[in-house]
Nanobody
Framework: QVQPVESGGGLVQAGGSLRLSCTASGPTYISNTVQGWFRQAPGKEREFVGAISWVSGTFYADSVKDRFTISRDNYAKDTVHLQMNSLKPDDTAVYYC????????????????????WGQGTQVTVSS
């Protein structure tokens, strides 16, 4: 079972940076998976942040484009990173890593229902 585990959350001032990591434990490499990031702020619905696909590359929500970057670890292919720069108080949320295992058909998967496995989440708090 590939169970995502997030790490790297914390408290940062507005304008600062944080890097989150997500490791999908279990089989170390699955070529047809998509790994995505979602977030949920208090009182709000979960929203898509971005994802990385072996077929489609990386894609992001408009709200984080040009500030957030998703990349794969150079050494561990089952680990992805979410580099968050120029953080804003509105970025405060619990961030979740999700894995899609049912196949990557080259679409830009951004709905929660399109992902199969979820991590427990990591808190990111941006102070003003």
């Amino acid at each position: 079972q590939v169970q995502p585990v997030e790490s790297g959350g914390g408290l940062v001032q507005a304008g600062g940076s944080l890097r989150l990591s997500c490791t999908a434990s279990g089989p170390t490499y699955i070529s047809n998976t998509v790994q995505g990031w979602f977030r949920q702020a208090p009182g709000k619905e979960r929203e898509f942040v971005g994802a990385i696909s072996w077929v489609s590359g990386t894609f992001y929500a408009d709200s984080v484009k040009d500030r957030f970057t998703i990349s794969r670890d150079n050494y561990a292919k089952d680990t992805v990173h979410l580099q968050m720069n120029s953080l804003k108080p509105d970025d405060t949320a619990v961030y979740y890593c999700a894995v899609r295992r049912r196949g990557d058909w080259g679409l830009r998967y951004s709905a929660g229902s399109e992902f199969d496995l979820w991590g427990q989440g990591t808190q990111v708090t941006v102070s003003s």
